[in-house]
């Protein structure tokens, strides 16, 4: 059974909004350092965004500083990844990750569980 499930992804057009899920069936999220990663095809792997147990957030700056915007829901039990006036070049498929409590990372390498990911395409 995976360890983190990821939802809410589709198929949108250009300046649409999305909402992703992450919720992990055998253990609570609200522990962890909960990060949000993507890869578009042919590419490598790029951070998104991140939050912290208390709440401190980073973001990839660059990319999605103003668009999306990471939380808790600590009724569901999930990390959230709202994402709005989405752009062709989100188009991606978005992993939802783990890491040990502490400060948000942008590595990659911080997380050690991850879900199997949800595809999120955009059309123009």
């Known amino acids: 059974q995976a360890q983190l499930v990821e939802s809410g992804g589709g198929l949108v057009q250009a300046g649409d909004s999305l909402r992703l899920s992450c919720t992990a069936p055998?253990?609570?999220?609200?522990?962890?350092?909960m990060g949000w990663f993507r890869q578009a095809a042919g590419q490598e792997r790029e951070f998104v965004a991140a939050?912290?147990?208390?709440?401190?957030?980073?973001y990839n700056v660059d990319s999605v500083k103003g668009r999306f915007t990471i939380s808790r829901d600590t009724v569901r039990d999930t990390v959230n990844l709202q994402m709005n006036n989405l752009k062709v070049e989100d188009t991606a498929v978005y992993y939802c990750?783990?890491?040990?409590?502490?400060?948000?990372?942008?590595?990659?390498?911080?997380?050690?569980?991850w879900g199997q990911g949800t595809q999120v395409t955009v059309s123009s």
């Open positions: 990750a783990a890491a040990q409590p502490g400060a948000p990372s942008a590595k990659a390498s911080s997380y050690g569980t």
């Open positions: 055998r253990r609570t999220v609200s522990w962890y350092t």
């Open positions: 939050i912290s147990r208390i709440g401190t957030t980073t």
